[in-house]
């Protein structure tokens, strides 16, 4: 599997996260870049997930059957691809909300280009997810965005 798929924000890797893709305010999704795309990629998924909530891995995002190409600000909603239920149990974006008194905590973001669209059933979560894309990866990257409450 080649990890030379190249996605970026309107902030960079290991940045902090600006308040509004937060429940500190609009808890919108923020654009996603994606280069590098291999030219035979039929669709993408993207899982973010929060590995320092406090009760274990938070999973803020879970999506697939994206359309070849960027990932619009404040998409997540709008039936343009697959979503699903996250730790919120809502099945669209929840962005970063960590307790006010915890430390900073790292957002990952990981993309993965796949060689077709993804027939499964609305009701998935992240490790179903995972394994249902396993041999449909054709390239991966991840993000990390940290974001604190204070």
């Known amino acids: 599997m080649k990890n030379n798929l190249i996605i970026t924000s309107v902030f960079e890797d290991n940045a902090f996260i600006p308040a509004l893709y937060s429940c500190q305010w609009k808890n919108i999704n923020p654009e996603i870049r994606i280069w590098n795309i291999p030219d035979w990629t039929e669709s ?10 406090p009760m274990g891995t938070f999973v803020h995002w879970v999506v697939w059957n994206i359309p070849v190409g960027n ?6 909603g709008s039936w343009e691809y697959r979503e699903w239920i996250n730790s ?3 099945s669209f974006y929840s962005g ?7 430390w900073v905590h790292h957002y990952h973001f990981k993309v993965f280009a796949l060689d ?3 027939v ?3 009701k998935i979560d992240k490790e179903r997810l995972l394994k249902e894309i396993g041999r449909h990866i054709l390239s991966e990257w991840e993000l990390v965005w940290l974001f604190e409450r204070k």
């Open 96 to 102: 970063p909300c960590p307790p006010v008194w915890h």
């Open 120 to 122: 499964l059933n609305q």
């Open 44 to 53: 993408l998924a993207l899982i973010m997930d929060d590995p320092d909530a």
């Open 88 to 90: 919120s149990w809502k």
């Open 71 to 76: 990932i619009p600000e404040a998409s997540s």
């Open 116 to 118: 077709s669209i993804i």
